[in-house]
Every structure is written in C-alpha cells, then in structure tokens.
C-alpha cells in the first residue's frame, strides 16, 4: 500500500511546482522531498497524515484547480477537514486538558442525555475553570471574545459549568433523580428550567452597576418566590477585577435584605467573588 | 469516523484559497457562500459565517467549522490530534 504521504506529494509534485516538505516520522525533523515553484508548502507531520499547508503565495488562481483535484485524488475522494493554524492550536491546547476536564463525570454521565451541543459548552465551561484555576487569564478572556455572537443561553450554560453548578448542583440532582419513578424526565425537565429560565446565577458582566447587580438580585429572588421555586438560594458570580469591584459595592445592601454566605477567592491574576444567598420567604419584605 | 486534516495558516487568502478549492467564496458583506447558488452557508449551529470567524471546513466541505471554542470542540471528535 502506497502511504498516503507520498501518493500525495507525487500527485502534487506533477506540474504543480509546489514545494513539499515532510517531517520525518522517526526523527520529527523536516525532511523536503521535492523542491520548485512559489506555491503553496505542505508538510506532513507526525503518525496520523497530518498535512501542515501555509497557503503563501497568493492568487486563487491557475493552481486551484488542479490543487483540487489532485488533493481528492490523493485523499480518494473520502472527505477531508480543513482546520486554520490557530483553531489547531486552540483545539490542542484544550485537547492537554481533556483528559482531567471531566473528573466529576458531568460529560460521561449527561452525554447522550443533554442535547450535544449543550456538551460542547459545558466542556468549555469546565476548560474555562481550569484555565482561571491556573490563572491563565489571557487565554480566558480570548475564549470569551470568541464568544460574541453566542445567545443569552449558550452563554449561560458555559457560565454555570465554569462556576461549577454542574458539579454540585445539576450532577447531584440527575444522580438523585435517576433511581426515582420517571427520573430521567424528571431530571431534564428541572434541567431545561434551570438553563432557559436563569434564576439559579446571576454572573456580573462589566456592563453591569452596582445598582443594577442589587436590582436584579432582587427581580430574581422575587420570581423565585413567585412561582415556589424550593432551592431558595442564589449565586451571584463575579470574575476579573472590575466585576469584583461592582460585586462588592452592591454586597452591603445586598447584605441589609438577605442573610449571606460569601466565598471568596483572590488568585494572582483572577479575582473572584461568589455570594450565595439563601434567602427566606419573608426577606423581601425589608426590602428598601 | 477521524479524517484527514489539512492545516492552513492564518490568512484571509489562506482561507479564500480553502474556500476556493472547495466551491465557496465570499459575498460583499464577507459572508461565506456557495458559489455555484450564491448562498450563504451556515455553521451546525445555524449561523451564517463571516470569513473573519471561518476555520476551517469539515466532511469534504460540508461542514463550516467557525473559531469559537464550543464550535471546535464539538468537531474535535472528528479531526486528527
């Protein structure tokens, strides 16, 4: 059987006049098989065929075509995935984590049960705490920004597994529910309440006041109460300095109303303020 | 099924050339389009892709994979560590 590196660079090495180089599977170096022409430069690395190609020489012209055709060729016409240089990186960087991202089994035990897309933005919720863990700030703040386009939601979902609620508060109330009549119903039926009705966390965002993290607190407490939600308790989150700074303003009038339990983590990098509120059926009525 | 994975650098020409190879360009308002309809793709989430958020095409080009982290996780099952 031809490997599938070399059927490739003979194919492109047909009048092509691209450079390909290779990096060796045995000694990782770089080896050039074939040398000519301003085109693009492909480099296989590693085990698993994986084609490096900086596109350097610009036009979309004369050689795309016969770009095209001799990649599915050389790929038998069988799919191929085309990933950008930073998207790799990214997915490698993360990929260093997977494997202790999921040690209170959240992905294991709600895969299959949670829609997949839902898995996906828990994972990043999860690699999220681990970065802020490792204060890896820059790398948290870059996830985020990608994140623009993200509905209310989906960003929601990614805020609660970062604060870790699906460590101990969703996991535990499946792992609960499970051994029950209808458990599995149950249990989704509670969880599409929490992730499209917010009223568990509140997560302070740097266009927020004090003003309006104290507001809110109270709207959500007072829907809480309003429909009988039983849990009786809120989690305000606040991470990075200035949302710390807003968070900690609105405590003290926070505090006049509900009794507090506050958790407080100052990492090097990473300010973070969590209060959580268990408040009583009858708190409002100090309200002021 | 994990396939084959090409890796391109980082560039709008880059991406225009992968685009390219693969029937797919980009309509004024830098949206990603089939070029033979002159529709605008959309990722497995349901949006339309602009160029600047592209990275990369999955299942023979069926696919858009943007740069979001959620979005490459969930393809990561099918690209090449």
Known sequence: MIDFGTALASILAKGLGIKLEFIDKSTGKTKVTRKGGNGPVIKQKG?????????????????TKPLTEALNKAFDNKGINYLAAPAREKLSEYHQYESTIDRSRIITTLSGIIPYRHIALI?????????????????????????????????????????????????PTFNELKGVNDGLNKFLDHYYKIVNDPELALFVHRGMSAENVYRSVIEMAQKNLKYGVVRHK?????TGISNVETLSEAYPRIKKIFPLSVKKRLARDMPNLTIKIPYQTNALDKQN | MVQKTIIFEDSELAKRQVLAINGKGVDKENFIIENLTGERVLSPTGREVTIHEFAGLRNGSVIVITDDLPSLIEQSDYIEK
């Not at chain 1, 084609?51 to 050689?63: H, K, T």
């Not at chain 1, 939601?153 to 969703?170: Q, T």
């Not at chain 1, 809120?234 to 606040?238: C, D």
């Open chain 1, 123 to 171: 994972k990043t919720g999860l690699y999220l705490r681990m970065l802020s863990d490792d204060n890896k700030q820059n790398e948290v703040n870059k996830i985020y920004a990608g994140l623009v386009n993200y509905s209310a939601e989906e960003r929601y979902i990614i805020n609660l597994a970062s604060a870790r609620h699906f460590n101990h508060y969703i996991l």
């Open chain 1, 234 to 238: 809120i989690y305000v989150h606040a």
């Open chain 1, 47 to 63: 085990r698993n065929n994986l084609i490096i190609m900086p596109v350097v020489n610009g036009s979309l012209s004369p050689e």
